[in-house]
């Protein structure tokens, strides 16, 4: 598993290492470090990392831009930020992050982050759509669906690659897709949290700036379980 430690902090960079090289050695995993100084390093490398720490605050470039260029390449890493403000949390998750750590943290709480991310990494569930533009059906992992709408009999699922057709009914589509972040906001409509960045009473936005509709009756649902996935997300508070 490779993982970076983006961090201006040498000594952090360093004692986090450590700690994850003591977590794998539990767990019978290899793990193979890179550490970065700052986000401009880490993008010159150029590298497919599985997991990343980041620090949100560094002199050159920080984290909430950093990981920005790396979505924008399609980079779906793991990305799990780390800083000593909770104020940013809510910045961090603009950009898809999967964990939120607070300076200084507790060695369970970054224990408890890696074992969400291997589990994570291990139960990620796949696909069958059809690329309408090649004419052929492929196989897509299901956490990178923004959100699917219905479309007939069939199912238009959003992704930041394109747009691709699922051949069944969005009642189907939804029960194969993780409940935990998955959530079918309207008869129309299933979203990922993972790319919300705001909504009102009416409809959900996401990161690529496109937007869902959700109905009235389900908006209390939604906001109740949207809260307790970000409470999820952000340990360490």
């Known amino acids: 598993m490779h993982i970076a430690v983006c961090d ?18 539990k767990h019978g995993l290899n793990f193979i470090i890179y550490e970065y100084s700052d986000g401009m390093e880490l993008l010159a490398a150029d590298m497919s990392f599985d997991l990343i720490f980041m620090d949100h605050q560094m002199t050159d470039k920080n984290g909430l831009d950093t990981v920005s260029v790396l979505r924008k390449r399609n980079v779906d890493t793991t990305v799990i930020f780390v800083s000593s403000y909770k104020d940013v949390v809510f910045d961090s998750m603009k950009v898809n992050a999967f964990r939120f750590l607070v300076k200084p943290f507790e060695k369970e709480d970054l224990y408890e982050a890696l074992d969400s991310v291997i589990k994570n990494l291990a139960k990620t569930a796949y696909i069958v759509v059809k690329d309408t533009v090649n004419q052929k059906n492929i196989t897509i992992p299901e956490n990178e669906i923004i959100y699917a709408q219905a479309d007939n009999i069939y199912a238009e699922v959003v992704t930041a690659q394109g747009i691709f057709l699922y051949s069944n009914k969005i009642s189907l589509l939804v029960k194969k897709l993780n409940e935990e972040y998955f959530y079918r906001s309207n008869r129309s409509y299933i979203v990922n949290f993972n790319y919300i960045i705001g909504y009102s009473k009416k409809e959900i936005e996401f990161s690529n700036g ?27 508070e």
């Not at 201006?8 to 050695?25: G, H, N, Q, V």
């Not at 937007?211 to 379980?225: H, Q, R």
């Open 8 to 25: 201006d902090e040498s000594f952090f960079r360093k004692t986090l290492s450590e700690e994850l090289y003591i977590y794998a050695d």
């Open 210 to 236: 496109q937007k869902a509709l959700i109905s009235s009756s389900k908006f209390k649902d939604f906001k109740s379980k949207y809260l307790n996935y970000l409470k999820r997300k952000s340990i360490g």
